[in-house]
C-alpha cells in the first residue's frame, strides 16, 4: 500500500502566471545590471594613457560651469596645450573653486614648457545647456574642439585629454574611476538573480496544500 503523502502540490493559475513573471523581470533585470558592469569593466580597459610636452596658452582659457567636488561650485579649466611639434591639443587641466559670479578662479598656468600625463578621450562630457544662445567669455557650459578653434583661431586635435598628472597650479585632478559603479551594478544584478529564485521557491512553497484525510 502506497501511503499518502501529507501535502499535494496544487499551484493555481494566477499563481504561475505571478511566478513566471516575477522570474522573469528578475532575469531581465540582473542581465541589464550585471551588462551595465561589463561596459564599465570594458571602459576601464579600454583607456589609453597620454604623455605630451608643451607649453599652455593662457590667453584661451576656457572654464567650464557648474562643476561641484565636494560639494562646492567651481569650474573645469580647460586650455589648449601648444605641443613641440606645433599641434594645439585641448586639455582639461581640472577643477578650481568658484570665488563669486563676478570674479575670476584663482589658479596658475605653469609657464613654459611642461609634461602633460592623462587620459585621451573623444570629447568632454557634455551637460545639460539651457540656452541655445552661443556664450561669451570664458565661462562656458559646454565646449567641444570645433567651437574652440572657430573661437581661437587655432587648429586643435579632434581629441582632449583629462590631465592626471601633477602640476603646481592649485587644481583638483580628483577624477571619477572609470569602472566607479562595477560593485553597485553587480551587487544589484545578484539581487534582481535572487528574486528571480525566490518567486520559484514561493511559487513552490505556496502551492503546497495540506491533503486531506479520506
Avoid at 21 to 30: N, P, Q, T, V
Wanted: with cysteine.
Amino acid at each position: 500500500m502506497t501511503p499518502e503523502l501529507p501535502f499535494r502540490f496544487r499551484p493555481p493559475w494566477w499563481g504561475a502566471l505571478l511566478a513566471a513573471a516575477g522570474c522573469a523581470a528578475g532575469i531581465l533585470l540582473g542581465n541589464w545590471q550585471a551588462g551595465r558592469a561589463d561596459q564599465k569593466r570594458a571602459a576601464a580597459t579600454a583607456i589609453e594613457r597620454v604623455s605630451l610636452r608643451g607649453e599652455f596658452i593662457e590667453r584661451h582659457t576656457v572654464l567650464l560651469d557648474n562643476k561641484v567636488h565636494l560639494g562646492r561650485a567651481g569650474y573645469h579649466v580647460v586650455q589648449p596645450l601648444r605641443t613641440r611639434e606645433g599641434k594645439h591639443v585641448l586639455v582639461n587641466r581640472g577643477w578650481v573653486p568658484m570665488q563669486a559670479r563676478d570674479r575670476p578662479p584663482v589658479f596658475r598656468t605653469p609657464p613654459g614648457t611642461v609634461s602633460v600625463e592623462g587620459v585621451r578621450k573623444d570629447r568632454f562630457p557634455r551637460a545639460y545647456e539651457a540656452s541655445a544662445t552661443p556664450a561669451a567669455g570664458p565661462v562656458r557650459q559646454n565646449i567641444t574642439t570645433a567651437e574652440f578653434a572657430a573661437m581661437s583661431g587655432l587648429a586643435i586635435e579632434p581629441w582632449v585629454i583629462e590631465q592626471h598628472s601633477a602640476l603646481d597650479d592649485g587644481l583638483v585632478r580628483d577624477w571619477p574611476r572609470a569602472d566607479a559603479g562595477v560593485e553597485k551594478h553587480a551587487s544589484y544584478a545578484l539581487q534582481w538573480y535572487s528574486l528571480a529564485g525566490l518567486s520559484i521557491v514561493l511559487f513552490f512553497v505556496l502551492s503546497l496544500k495540506r491533503a486531506e484525510k479520506s
